[in-house]
Nanobody, 121 residues
Framework: QVQPVESGGGSVEAGGSLRLTCSAS????????MAWFRQAPGKEREGVAA????????DYTDSVKGRFTISRDKAKNTIYLQMNSLKPEDTAMYYC??????????????WGQGTQVTVSS
């Protein structure tokens, strides 16, 4: 079983940047898709960005394209989410997940506890 652990959340003003980090332990971590999801109060959890085991293919939800970048360090079983030009609507709890496929929430069996991102206007 993969156990993701997130870090790097915080509070920033609109237009600012944050970098989230997710470290995953477990035998299958290096061979699994990993992804970032987010959930705002009263809303469903949505996919933000996903990356293949080799780090060569990425997938983004439309609202973050051109602003967020997902990357992967295979040796460290770690993925990153660089978030630039943040907007208030990016405010949410951000979760790291592993073992699924692309941005399909129901596909991912392993989830972290989440890290809060708050963007003020």
């Amino acid at each position: 079983q993969v156990q993701p652990v997130e870090s790097g959340g915080g509070s920033v003003e609109a237009g600012g940047s944050l970098r989230l980090t997710c470290s995953a332990s477990g035998f299958t971590a290096s061979s699994a898709w990993m992804a970032w999801f987010r959930q705002a109060p009263g809303k469903e959890r949505e996919g933000v960005a996903a990356i293949t085991p080799g780090g060569t293919i990425t997938d983004y939800t439309d609202s973050v394209k051109g602003r967020f970048t997902i990357s992967r360090d295979k040796a460290k079983n770690t993925i990153y989410l660089q978030m630039n030009s943040l907007k208030p609507e990016d405010t949410a709890m951000y979760y790291c997940a592993a073992g699924g496929r692309r941005l399909l929430v129901a596909d991912y069996p392993d989830w972290g506890q989440g890290t809060q991102v708050t963007v003020s206007s």
